[in-house]
């Protein structure tokens, strides 16, 4: 058997119900190919703010330094929102990216056919959607100097958008040897018109376009992506961008596959060690019913097995379990037509597994 070491850190909000169903299909897929898991808990977020006065406890980040993977669920939340910044929840995600380096984060947005109906855009334009947002990860606007200062008008608030080149040309690379494995497309997304920043990119992503022939490179400006995401989407099969674009463009892109409570995705550095989370945040307002879309964790869990375990034949049978599930017209709450009977989140969860049981691996 193979011995993998995951961090788990629930987090607030919805986050502790759809981490549960992440774990049962990740310890089901564990025991079906051939895995022995030691499993670590982690305080993070709003919770570990309430239990230990700090978002981000040392421990937890032991845990995740030592760990192969770690499973996330979202952080945030009302109640912590007037915290000052090194007690607000989120800083305590920014920082865990940050210190285990993980630059890159893959946020996959497929349409599962039959779901057409649960967007607000047209079927027609949602047939074969397949797109990769390569959201640049620890540099950008997220990372730069802030300040607040007092002036003679009254208070000022400063954020700053620094981009190295080392840090484009890396995660340009990635785009360009995914989209390899994909329709060979990497459409680099900034904002060149009036950002120096995004001069740069743009700059270095023709450079590293050399490196890459068989690969085809467009540039577009983030407002017009964010309109023909939406007009055109099946045209982009890679996009690359910054920071915060990358954030915004992805719950966009959400839309394009009927819910954001089905997008997952992995934040990968320069070795294996991965983290894995939806791309969601923890949906306050659904906390503690047990209606959350348990979807985009568990394949989150799946990408997990491609990216930090190098198991395609796992993480295959996970989205083919998850695909049989919506097949059979299974909906959770966000997906669901009015009117029409939606299953729990752990429902939805023991349906995946049960498919789960059925895909086995190659002899
Ligand atoms: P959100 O993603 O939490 O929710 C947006 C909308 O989507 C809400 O209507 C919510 O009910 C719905 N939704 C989200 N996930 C769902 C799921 N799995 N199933 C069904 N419906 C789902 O974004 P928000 O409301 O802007 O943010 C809420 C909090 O989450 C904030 O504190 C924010 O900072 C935090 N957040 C955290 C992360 C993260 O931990 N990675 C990501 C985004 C936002
Ligand atoms: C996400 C979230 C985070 C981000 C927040 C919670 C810091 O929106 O993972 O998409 O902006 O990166
Ligand atoms: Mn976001």
Redesign the pocket.
Same mark, same amino acid.
């Not at 819910?259 to 089905?262: A, K, R, T, V």
């Not at 209606?291 to 964790?297: H, K, L, Q, Y």
């Given at each position: 058997t193979k011995q993998r070491h995951v961090a788990v850190l629930p987090?607030?909000? $919805?986050?502790p119900e759809?981490v549960e169903e992440g774990v049962k299909v990740m310890k089901q897929a564990g025991e079906q190919f051939g895995y022995h898991f030691q499993v670590d808990f982690g305080l993070i977020?709003?919770s570990a703010v309430d239990r230990v006065q700090n978002p981000l406890p040392t421990e937890t980040l032991q845990i995740c330094w030592e760990a192969d993977a770690v499973l &996330?669920?979202? %952080?945030?939340? *009302?109640a912590?929102?007037k915290n000052p910044p090194e007690l607000? *929840?989120?800083k305590a995600?920014l920082r865990l990216r940050k210190e285990l380096g993980l630059f890159a984060n893959l946020r996959p947005a497929k349409l599962f056919s039959g779901l057409e109906q649960s967007s607000t855009l047209k079927a027609e334009v949602l047939e074969g959607v397949d797109l990769l947002v390569v959201r640049e990860l620890t540099g950008g606007i997220y990372f730069g100097e802030k300040r607040r200062e007092q002036t003679e008008r009254g208070e000022k608030a400063t954020d700053t958008l620094v981009y190295q080149d080392y840090e484009v040309e890396r995660i340009l690379r990635r785009a360009f040897e995914w989209a390899r494995n994909r329709r060979k497309k990497v459409t680099s997304v900034d904002k060149a018109n009036v950002l120096e920043s995004s001069r740069l990119w743009r700059q270095v992503a023709e450079r590293v376009a050399g490196e890459y022939p068989d690969v085809k490179l467009d540039h577009m400006l983030v407002d017009n992506c964010a309109m023909q995401i939406i007009h055109r989407p099946t045209d982009f099969d890679v996009i690359v961008t910054e920071n915060m674009f990358g954030?915004i463009l992805s719950?966009e892109a959400?839309i394009l596959t009927g !819910? $954001?409570? &089905?997008l997952p !995705?992995a934040s990968i550095g320069e070795g294996n060690r991965g983290l894995y989370? =939806?791309?969601?945040? !923890?949906? *306050?307002? $659904?906390a503690g019913e047990g %209606?959350?879309? =348990?979807?985009?964790?568990i394949l989150s869990v799946a990408m997990m097995f491609r990216h930090s375990f190098g198991d395609e034949q796992a993480a295959r049978a996970i989205e083919a379990a998850v695909t049989c599930v919506l097949n059979q017209g299974a909906r959770?709450?966000?997906?669901a037509a009015p009117g029409d009977l939606a299953l729990s989140?752990d429902q939805f969860g023991d349906r995946v597994i049960e498919e789960l049981k059925q895909q086995q691996p190659d002899p």
């Open positions: 987090g607030d909000g $919805i986050g759809i977020g709003g &996330l669920g979202a %952080v945030g939340g *009302p912590w929102d607000r *929840p989120e995600l954030d719950d959400a !819910s $954001i409570g &089905l !995705s989370e =939806p791309v969601h945040g !923890s949906a *306050p307002g $659904i %209606v959350a879309n =348990p979807v985009a964790t959770t709450m966000d997906l989140t």
